[in-house]
């Protein structure tokens, strides 16, 4: 089922991206200048997981697959048929995809046909065809046999011309010196040409001229086609890299001249993953054919997961709004400066909430969760989609905190079950990874906490190398930030992989592994560890469900200068996971602590025995603090406006009780629940503008 998108109207507009690199508005079909005349950028999409590249170019299919010729490949999922021969390679394998999707009839237009790229593929297959196996010819021709069928629409017009070029073989007319791949491509080719093509479809064997060693004749550019092409190598590089010039070299003369007739805008190449091997490799011809000069009028977009790599060394990066009316792309010197990469962007709150009123036309969910959403997801259109389609298939939409939405069900598709929210968006995010090892090492800090859970935690993982290192090559190769505050730095990927390794093994309420990992973390940081770190032992000890020894560190600390570094630590401890049952539902039991309105546990009265009376008026407001911070520093909670005004209230108080810092601390209260109510983190120094780095920095993993 493909999604509803939102925010890429810089894309779909009437006069957005699409539009202006193919003459065509997506709405109506009206047409459009061009944008930069006969010389179009090829435009990449860039972005991680999630982000809508694939859901972009499909759309681009959806809307343009009537108007204009339209083919979409993913690089990533070419796959060998299961008998290939040596004539299959991946760039063999998705041109004749590509060529028979281009053929596809067109409003008030011929279909486009493809002989040059015909004759190229048919040579190249043909090196492994022997007069005593024309079995593989057949089987050859029939993964062929749709792009033939542009030029010959006989359904065994194929198996005659088969037959006689394996009798032209056993003739033995032909130079015995000579390469059997050319010798056989040669007669092929003679072949094709006498029997399928026709008179005027015969002369695009001439294009092969221009084939190195082929001296303008096109038939020995075809024979030496194949001759490079059985070699290997570089050899089959150059070959590989004509036969894409091929394609384009029969879309080219399909708009020129009188071949156009009433063809409209321009043909359209989607290439998702374009990053891969295959991609750049479809990419990479045309962009030298177009950097030395030739035209082809071909409107490409392409998908790019990884935003650095040598083939997009050059491009020309916007973000997506700044491409909106103009692309403001000019060709360079370099090859690759004939990309425009368009970063796309996060989705803002409106989008969030045009996604929820979606799923929940009535209103029925809580008027925050939009907001809480767009928190938790950080705009990722993936994210946003899944948890709006949860919202809105619940049974109790009233009662929603994105947490709860991680919980829920989705159905996907009619024929199948619903799966579970958090299940779906890890397999999505993470295809192909491990979630077991991810899900402990999310629970890190930094890298060095990473490798002491995978030592610890992860022995059976570790035979062959540091697997904290790998995986944090493999999260970066994924474009996932790995940071020091977070191994895991994007907060939807760590709080799915936390969620998994809480509910792993549907074990409550012991959540064995998940302790296990908490635990590890908590004997590291503590006095005598490997890491000491008494903010980040206490860290582990709230994510424990221990809070009453952060609160008496808290008091302990309170009267010290450092009114800052006492705030950061609040704000850090504050930010530990908390440990939900799975499922729950009804009021946080945090805010009745926040409030001051939860009864006192043997452990809270335990740590105010002994206690003067201001001492423990202290315990009992910092407590109350605490859990306010905890709560509204939440991802997977919803602030609440109560407990909002109930944490600048303490915050307030404990201005007059400090010796020095009130100032500090009159300021958190003034400006954390202005942070709170616009959806920003806490800030520090409180009021200071948002930062790249959040709480816990400097710690034993910086």
């Known amino acids: 089922m493909e999604r509803e998108l939102y925010g890429r109207e810089a894309i779909f507009g009437d006069d957005g991206l699409a539009a202006r690199l193919t003459g065509l508005t997506p709405h109506g079909a009206r047409r459009v200048t061009c944008e930069h005349g006969d010389d179009p950028p090829v435009a990449v999409l860039t972005g991680g997981r999630g982000m809508g590249k694939t859901a972009a170019l499909k759309q681009l299919r959806s809307l343009y697959r009537e108007i204009t010729p339209v083919a979409l490949v993913d690089c990533e999922a070419v796959l060998p048929p299961a008998d290939p021969g040596p004539g299959w390679t991946p ?3 998705v041109l004749p995809e590509l060529a028979t999707q281009l053929t596809a009839r067109v409003h008030a237009a011929r279909p486009v046909q493809f002989p040059r790229l015909s004759l190229g593929l048919v040579a190249v297959a043909s090196v492994s065809w022997r007069r005593e196996d024309e079995s593989r010819a057949q089987r050859d021709l029939q993964s062929l046999g749709p792009v033939l069928a542009t030029l010959d629409t006989r ?8 037959t006689k070029v394996l009798t032209k073989l056993a003739a033995g007319a032909f130079d015995s010196v000579a390469p059997m791949a050319g010798m056989v491509a040669e007669a092929t080719v003679e072949t094709v040409l006498e029997e399928t093509f026709s008179r005027f479809q015969r002369r695009s064997a001439d294009w092969y001229g221009t084939y190195p060693q082929a001296g303008g004749n096109g038939r020995v550019g075809l024979r030496q086609l194949a001759v490079d092409f059985e070699r290997g190598g570089d050899l089959r590089r150059r070959a590989e890299d004509h036969l894409v010039l091929a394609l384009v070299a029969d879309l080219v003369r399909a708009y020129r001249g009188m071949a156009r007739g009433a063809r409209r805008g321009r043909p359209v190449l989607l290439l998702d993953n374009a990053h891969t091997a295959l991609g750049r490799q479809l990419v990479e011809p045309l962009l030298r054919q177009r950097a030395s000069g030739a035209r082809d009028q071909i409107a490409v977009f392409a998908s790019s997961r990884v935003r650095d790599h040598a083939g997009l060394s050059h491009a020309v990066r916007r973000r997506l709004p700044e491409v909106a009316h103009a692309s403001h792309w000019v060709r360079g010197t370099e090859v690759t400066s004939g990309i425009l990469a368009v970063g796309l962007t996060p989705l803002d709150a409106g989008h969030v909430r045009a996604a929820l009123d979606r799923h929940d036309p009535h209103g029925r969910t809580p008027a925050g969760l939009a907001r809480g ?3 938790l997801t950080g705009g990722r259109p993936l994210g946003v989609a899944r948890l709006a389609q949860a919202a809105g298939e619940s049974p109790d939409p009233g009662a929603l905190v994105p947490g709860a939405l991680l919980d829920g069900t989705v159905e996907l598709r009619e024929d199948r079950p619903p799966v579970r929210v958090a299940d779906e968006l890890l397999e999505r995010l993470l295809p192909g990874q491990r979630p077991d090892v991810l899900s402990v090492l999310a629970a890190a800090h930094g890298e060095v ?18 697997v904290a290192l790998r995986v ?8 996932w930030a790995v940071g020091p505050e977070h191994f895991v730095a994007d907060p939807l990927l760590r709080a799915l992989l936390l969620h998994r390794l809480r509910f792993q093994d549907d074990d409550p309420p012991y959540y064995a592994v998940w302790r296990a990992v908490h635990e590890t973390l908590r004997s590291a940081y503590a006095a005598g560890g490997s890491c000491p770190s008494e903010p980040h032992r206490l860290h582990q000890e709230l994510v424990l469900g221990a809070a009453e020894d952060c609160v008496t560190h808290l008091r302990v600390q309170f009267a010290r200068p450092d009114v800052l570094g006492w705030l950061d630590a609040l704000r850090f401890i504050a930010s530990a996971p908390c440990p939900r049952p799975p499922g729950r539902t009804g009021p946080d039991p945090r805010r009745a602590v926040a409030l001051g309105r939860a009864a006192a546990s043997d452990e809270e009265r335990a740590a105010l025995a002994g206690l003067d009376e201001r001492a423990a008026e202290l315990q009992l407001q910092l407590r109350r603090l605490l859990h306010a911070v905890w709560l509204l520093s939440d991802p997977l909670a919803l602030p609440d406006e109560e407990v909002i005004d109930k944490m600048a209230h303490e915050l307030r108080q404990l201005s007059g009780r400090h010796p020095t810092g009130h100032a500090v601390l009159w300021d958190a209260a003034t400006h954390w629940p202005r942070d709170l109510r616009e959806w920003r983190a806490l800030s520090m120094p409180p009021g200071a503008p948002a930062g790249p780095h959040g709480p816990g920095d400097g710690g034993p993993d910086a």
Do not use: I, K, M, N
């Open 449 to 466: 906490s990473a490798r002491l859970l995978a030592t610890t935690r992860l022995r059976g993982e570790s035979l062959d190398g540091d």
């Open 373 to 375: 959403v767009h928190r």
């Open 91 to 93: 760039v063999t394998g």
């Open 472 to 479: 944090r090559d493999a999260l970066r190769s994924e474009d």
């Open 155 to 162: 359904g065994d017009a194929a198996t005659g011309w088969v």
